[in-house]
């Protein structure tokens, strides 16, 4: 019976041996295997498998492929031959930039690249994990680094440059201008800790080269993307990260980890929609085997996450309605349930979020690819309720792809709801459809305007199509 090998990360089916592990028995032809299993290492389906040749085997049997080498030697994390994963999980992090909320924690990752000749840190830790850096490099026995690549100046990957350049006498700091501007700015390095490099310059470890991408706006204006040639590895830094504390290497549950991916997308980088078109442009003229960002786990099949990307960017969005909202006495949210009904029997997906107990990284997560918002508020000191200013702020500062905006909600005597949530969503390039407000509880002249702003949404959408 003939082995077959993934093609994305080398692992082999025996047939001999089956996959037990996945209900596979030892014997098992490759062809029998049902059409629903994957690589038990990379998560990939069968499509993805190719038949070893008799020339193939002798091969596999001098040569273990990197990633097998990776399974049975977790202890060092190493991607490939002489590049290792040497970042810090931070489990327990439940804020970012004291704003963003993080379910699953955050990693921030660096990685240690030994060429032949000099010896390459691609970014730091937060200066918090700098103790799991130093571990780290202690258990590989490094002794020296040449250069510390910064691709990006925030401080959850440069806070312990400082620490470095103490402990490894001689290393510089190799980034753009722009970059080495901000480091001195926020470490206070000196300018003779750096080696500034321009956009497609290279800089060789011997037997590997970096070569440095500027991918401006992901997240900052200095950042930059390093591409190690001879491995056809990314390092993105921010750029395709997703917050999660995890041990594992690589990407294995793929579904879990776009959603995180996604909610990073939303949080960090949807604002910049524009620039990443650009960038990942400009990607396209690299082979990239892996894609190691500086948040989460590596990727070893990159057009997971560039294939996502390209849809976040684009300018598709989904008949999909956002109700973000808050009520004090029900009257409001009288109103969001009857547009929540009225919009579902239009066929129209439709997400309450209330704001009181929301998660609001869901709500941007959402805010992806919703066609349509609809704020919801009582009248409150005069304008609309405090969680629904935020909520609006924050939505117009993450710059969504949001066609259509509605508000609705209910007041006592008067105010400017209306307007002052308007005015907050400047930056929106959404049509404000005409507010619904309601005097106290809806009457049926209410409802009948509730039923037309959602006639209203019903052909908006369907315009979309
Ligand atoms: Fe992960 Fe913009 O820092």
Same mark, same amino acid.
């Given at each position: 019976?003939?082995?077959?090998? +993934?093609? &994305? /990360? @080398?692992?082999?089916? $025996?047939?001999? #041996?089956?996959?037990? %592990?996945?209900? *596979? ?13 994957? +690589?038990? &290492? /990379? @998560?990939?389906?069968? $499509?993805?498998? #190719?038949?070893?040749? %008799?020339?193939? *085997? ?408």
């Amino acid at each position: 019976m003939k082995k077959y090998r +993934c093609v &994305v /990360c @080398g692992y082999i089916y $025996d047939p001999a #041996e089956g996959d037990p %592990d996945s209900g *596979i028995a030892p014997g098992t032809p490759f062809e029998q295997i049902p059409d629903d299993w994957v +690589c038990p &290492v /990379c @998560g990939v389906t069968k $499509d993805d498998f #190719e038949p070893l040749e %008799d020339d193939d *085997i002798k091969m596999e049997e001098k040569v273990k492929p990197h990633k097998q080498v990776r399974n049975a030697d977790m202890e060092y994390n190493e991607i490939v031959p002489g590049v290792f994963y040497v970042g810090a999980e931070h489990w327990d992090r439940r804020l970012f930039d004291e704003l963003i909320p993080l379910p699953d924690g955050t990693s921030y990752n660096a990685y240690l690249i030994e060429g032949s000749e000099k010896v390459a840190l691609i970014d730091t830790v937060d200066p918090e994990m700098i103790e799991v850096l130093f571990d780290k490099l202690d258990r590989l026995g490094v002794e020296k680094i040449d250069y510390i690549i910064s691709n990006h100046a925030e401080q959850d990957h440069s806070g312990a440059i400082p620490y470095i350049l103490e402990e490894f006498e001689g290393a510089k700091v190799v980034t753009n201008a722009k970059c080495k501007n901000m480091l001195i700015d926020l470490l206070q390095l000196e300018e003779d800790n750096f080696i500034v490099i321009n956009d497609g310059d290279e800089l060789s470890l011997g037997d590997k080269t970096l070569k440095f991408i500027f991918t401006p706006w992901v997240h900052w204006p200095e950042t930059m993307s390093t591409y190690l040639k001879e491995d056809k590895i990314l390092f993105t830094c921010d750029f395709f990260g997703s917050h999660r504390a995890t041990n594992r290497l690589f990407v294995e549950d793929e579904y879990k980890v776009l959603e995180d991916a996604k909610r990073y997308y939303a949080e960090i980088m949807m604002p910049f929609r524009k620039h990443i078109q650009k960038n990942i442009a400009k990607l396209e003229d690299y082979e990239i085997s892996y894609i190691a960002p500086s948040h989460g786990p590596v990727y070893p099949r990159p057009e997971l996450i560039i294939d996502a990307y390209k849809d976040w960017i684009s300018d598709r969005v989904e008949n999909k309605v956002l109700l973000p909202y808050v009520s004090m006495h029900e009257s409001t949210k009288e109103i969001v349930n009857f547009l929540y009904q009225e919009l579902t029997a239009r066929g129209i997906k439709v997400i309450p979020f209330n704001l009181i107990e929301t998660d609001l990284g869901h709500y941007a997560i959402e805010l992806v690819d919703a066609a349509t918002v609809v704020f919801g508020s009582p009248m409150v000191l005069g304008g609309a309720h405090p969680q629904v200013v935020y909520a609006a702020y924050l939505t117009n500062a993450l710059r969504p792809k949001t066609r259509f905006v509605g508000i609705i909600g209910s007041y006592g005597w008067g105010g400017k709801l209306a307007d002052q949530i308007k005015s907050l969503l400047v930056n929106m390039r959404s049509e404000i459809l005409e507010p619904v407000l309601v005097k106290g509880l809806p009457k049926e002249e209410d409802f009948d305007r509730l039923i037309q702003l959602a006639d209203l949404i019903a052909e908006k959408h369907q315009s979309l199509k």
